[in-house]
């Protein structure tokens, strides 16, 4: 492959800035895409474009129409994912939030039914109750504990 033996002479001339410009180039960055056919094709949502494409190679992304056309189309692909990935950060956040919030309410409602109108229950639905209100409890103990490793900063949000 030509593009290995320029890099392999650039190295030899130590010519650093050349070759952080210049990456090595692998067969894979080679193959053709069927995503210019199909965008929305699966699995084509987290793609990127390779680093050649990145390169102005002599103002062509000013001067040929078809090169701006694309770097637009790209910068609005990537747009597209960092805004997707924000609100799914933001779902995820909520969700936590309600997650622990779903487990406190059914501990609580468990609680409240050995207390309901004020009869006095069977002994064995009092201990059910209480057995159910504690999974419940150690559930939402469990979920701020993985939470708060996954995120630190971890606040629950109504």
């Given amino acids: 492959m030509i593009h290995s033996k320029c890099q392999v002479q650039l190295s030899n001339l130590q010519a650093h800035a050349l070759l952080e410009k210049y990456l090595w180039m692998e067969k894979s960055h080679l193959k053709a895409s069927a995503a210019v056919?199909?965008?929305?094709?699966r699995g084509q949502r987290n793609?990127?474009?390779l680093w050649f494409w990145s390169l102005d190679v002599q103002g062509d992304s000013i001067s040929n129409y078809w090169m701006n056309e694309f770097y637009r189309v790209h910068w609005l692909w990537a747009k597209a994912l960092h805004?997707?990935?924000s609100e799914e950060q933001l779902l995820i956040e909520y969700e936590m939030g309600w997650t622990l919030q779903f487990f406190l309410h059914k501990a609580g409602m468990w609680l409240s039914r050995i207390t309901r109108n004020g009869d006095?229950?069977?002994e064995g639905h009092k201990c059910y109750?209480?057995?159910q209100a504690h999974m419940y409890h150690q559930l939402a103990k469990h979920a701020h504990t993985s939470f708060l490793k996954a995120n630190t900063m971890f606040k629950v949000i109504v």
Avoid: Y
Avoid at 37 to 41: D, F, K
């Fill in 37 to 41: 056919a199909n965008p929305n094709a």
């Fill in 47 to 49: 793609s990127t474009l």
């Fill in 120 to 122: 006095p229950l069977p």
């Fill in 129 to 131: 109750a209480i057995r």
């Fill in 83 to 85: 805004d997707r990935w």
